[in-house]
């Protein structure tokens, strides 16, 4: 379902015969990409799609399945999409990255914003005192805001960048680093989003800076 352009092709162009140290992915429009640690292990497409669409053989998933593109990536030894929301304790706990990109309907075109953006799934950042009471109804609490920007308008590409705690259940707390662009033409919103316990944040800041800042969105003149 998602493209992902070997590692060790790419870094052979950049390094010779050096080591892969990332891999580099893109959605199937070539418009959304980044890279992730090559040691970090990608997630089960088939897996990945029954937590999304249910049942993969229905005609909804079918149409589903149309206007929504995703990937995800684990750092532990042994992936599982239970990373998506929750690891192990402390610093030891390693990240997990979800991207996704989804055509939007007429209608959700229309209304999307910068706010839309900051609610887009999966783990909504709130933007009302009824949004959060909302998301917390779901199981989670304890929404902390730690960061929140406007990322600067390229090629007529929108964007935010959040970065926040959320406490899952009765489980520890999450941080969640979460980017989100809308397409130059309003058509596209797609995002990425890494989880970590705080400790693991911390420790891991630099790396989960590197998977961030190199996911990107480019306006495609003929897509």
């Known amino acids: 379902m998602g493209t992902v352009v070997g590692a060790a092709v790419a870094a052979s162009l950049l390094s010779g015969c050096a080591g892969a140290e990332y891999t580099y992915v893109r959605d199937d429009s070539g418009g959304t990409y980044f ?11 088939k897996t990945l799609d029954k937590e999304v669409f249910g049942d993969t053989e229905s005609a909804s998933a079918q149409l589903a399945k149309q206007a929504l593109w995703t990937a995800a990536f684990d ?3 042994e992936p599982s999409l239970m990373h998506l929301v929750q690891g192990s304790a402390g610093a030891e706990d390693k990240p997990f990255v ?3 990109v989804q055509k939007l309907s007429e ?19 709130p933007v009302t005192k009824e949004q959060q009471q909302a998301i917390e109804a779901s199981g989670f609490s304890g929404f902390e805001l730690l960061a929140d920007e406007v990322l600067p308008v390229t090629d007529g590409v929108r964007g935010v960048h ?8 009765s489980g520890p707390v999450q941080t969640f ?12 919103v797609s995002t990425l989003l890494i989880r970590c316990s705080p400790a693991c944040y911390r420790k891991r800041a630099t790396e989960i800076a590197t998977v961030v800042k190199s996911f990107k969105v480019k306006h495609l003149i003929n897509p």
């Open 75 to 77: 750092a532990y030894d």
């Open 98 to 100: 979800f991207a996704k």
């Open 107 to 125: 209608d959700d075109q229309n209304a999307v914003s910068l706010d839309a953006l900051r609610l887009s799934q999966p783990i909504p950042v």
């Open 162 to 169: 959040s970065v926040y705690n959320y406490r899952v259940g």
């Open 177 to 188: 680093d979460k980017t989100a662009y809308l397409s130059a033409d309003g058509t596209t």
């Open 35 to 45: 890279k992730v640690p090559a040691s970090w292990r990608q997630i089960d497409q």
